[in-house]
Each structure stands twice: as C-alpha cells, then as structure tokens.
C-alpha cells in the first residue's frame, strides 16, 4: 500500500505525455476535493505543511498550539488522506 508521500509525488511528478497529464490532473482534482473534506484543523495543517512547505514549529507559531499537537492532528489527517485516497493505489504505479 503506498503511503501518503508516494500519492503526493505521484500528484506533483511531471508526466511526459498527455496520459500522464490527464492522469495528474483528474489526480490533484481528488487529492483537493478530498482534503477539502478534512476538519478544519487537519486541513489546515494538512495544507501548510505541504503546500507552503511549513516545518511543525512553524506551523505551531502560526495556529498557536504545540508542535506536539501540530504532529498529532497531521498523523490523524495522514490515516484519513490514505484511507479516503486508496482507489489512487494503482494508478500511482502507473503514472
């Protein structure tokens, strides 16, 4: 089963043909819309970390929580993004 990182570089991995284009497209489609479904502070930790590129104490200072805490609701983002992204199992292998 791959894990979240492997769906995220499938997403953002540059295809040559127009396959692989449509594929990463319909791909980052169902990777947005089902973030979008996160709570609201999985989203958010969800989203600053791997689209602003946010280290945990970074994301911390901004949310005003714990690092600790900041880990924590992105474990529990990871198990439902992995959970809610497993129909993308076989076509990450073939992107």
Do not use: F
């Given at each position: 089963?791959?894990?979240?990182?492997?769906?995220?570089?499938?997403?953002?991995?540059?295809?040559?043909?127009?396959?692989?284009?449509?594929?990463?497209?319909?791909?980052?489609?169902?990777?947005?819309?089902?973030?979008?479904?996160?709570?609201?502070?999985?989203r958010?930790?969800?989203?600053?970390?791997?689209?602003?590129?946010?280290?945990?104490?970074?994301?911390?200072?901004?949310?005003?929580?714990?690092?600790?805490?900041?880990?924590?609701?992105?474990?529990?983002?990871?198990k439902?993004?992995?959970?809610?992204?497993?129909?993308?199992?076989?076509?990450?292998g073939?992107?």
């Amino acid at each position: 089963m791959p894990c979240l990182g492997d769906l995220i570089e499938a997403v953002t991995a540059r295809g040559e043909t127009v396959l692989n284009r449509l594929m990463r497209t319909e791909m980052e489609d169902d990777v947005q819309r089902i973030v979008a479904r996160l709570a609201p502070e999985q989203r958010m930790v969800v989203v600053l970390r791997y689209t602003e590129g946010l280290s945990y104490d970074e994301i911390a200072r901004i949310l005003g929580c714990s690092a600790g805490t900041v880990a924590s609701r992105l474990n529990r983002a990871h198990k439902i993004l992995e959970r809610r992204l497993s129909h993308l199992r076989g076509a990450v292998g073939n992107a």
